[in-house]
């Protein structure tokens, strides 16, 4: 069985500050992980994946994550955040195409001016 | 592209009444997943389907709820009767052969 767990629940930070939102997940197989962000009345916004290959990834908006197989991470980073970042960032993992994807309970961000 | 597209948005219901939500998944995607968000919960997936057929329906919470695939383009999650611990946002999204899912944006229920 696969499991998500975000540390934090809230995050404040200061407008043009940087941000970190950490992920941990739990597989017995490899993993695809990715990061979704929903604004307020609004569905879940793909934020970027990783699948394979380079374990930086690059996302929309200017937010990354870092895959580390070792630590069994994959925390969401962005160098200067906007009041726009205000939002939910949820991390997922899914075993393989077609499998449904397994949700954190997210993390609140908020940017303040 | 239209992309996932559910309805209603905003559902309100007595207790006990039948509720119906839709979802119209992305043209050419072959699976498609219904998630459940709560602030004690937060997302559940309920139940998914690859090419119309369910495969796994271990998370819909009861008998009283049911879902449906008919075709390629049209879902349905039906709860009968519906309670006030039913009240949540609902999602759909959809995929193809791929492990990130396009969600719609939402059918928030309030059963009171």
């Known amino acids: 069985a696969q499991s998500v767990t975000q540390l934090d629940s809230q995050v404040p930070v200061f407008e043009e500050a940087p941000v970190e939102l950490r992920c941990n997940y739990s597989?017995?197989?490899?993993?695809?992980l990715f990061w979704y962000v929903q604004y307020p009345n609004q569905g879940l916004q793909l934020l970027l994946k990783?699948?394979?290959?380079?374990?930086l990834v690059k996302g929309i908006n200017g937010f990354e994550a870092e895959f580390n197989k070792s630590q069994t991470s994959f925390h969401l980073r962005k160098p200067s955040v906007h009041i726009s970042d205000t939002a939910e960032y949820f991390c997922?993992?899914?075993?393989?195409?077609?499998?449904?994807?397994?949700f954190g309970k997210g993390t609140r961000l908020s940017v303040i001016a | 592209d239209a992309g996932v597209i559910q309805s209603p948005r905003h559902e309100v219901t007595e207790m006990g009444q039948e509720v119906t939500l839709r979802c119209k998944p992305i043209?050419?995607?072959?699976?498609l997943f219904w998630y459940r968000q709560t602030m004690m919960r937060g997302l559940e997936l309920l139940i998914y389907?690859?090419?119309?057929?369910?495969?796994?329906d271990s998370g819909m919470p009861e008998d009283r709820f049911s879902a449906k695939m008919p075709n390629a383009s049209f879902s349905t999650l039906k709860i009968q009767p519906s309670e006030p611990r039913d009240s949540a946002v609902y999602f759909c999204?959809?995929?193809?052969?791929?492990?990130?899912?396009?969600f719609g944006q939402g059918t928030r229920l309030t059963v009171v």
């Open positions: 999204a959809s995929s193809f052969s791929r492990p990130e899912a396009f």
């Open positions: 597989s017995s197989v490899s993993v695809y």
């Open positions: 990783y699948l394979s290959g380079s374990t």
């Open positions: 997922a993992v899914s075993g393989s195409g077609n499998t449904p994807l397994v």
């Open positions: 043209s050419g995607h072959n699976s």
């Open positions: 389907f690859n090419n119309n057929v369910p495969i796994d």
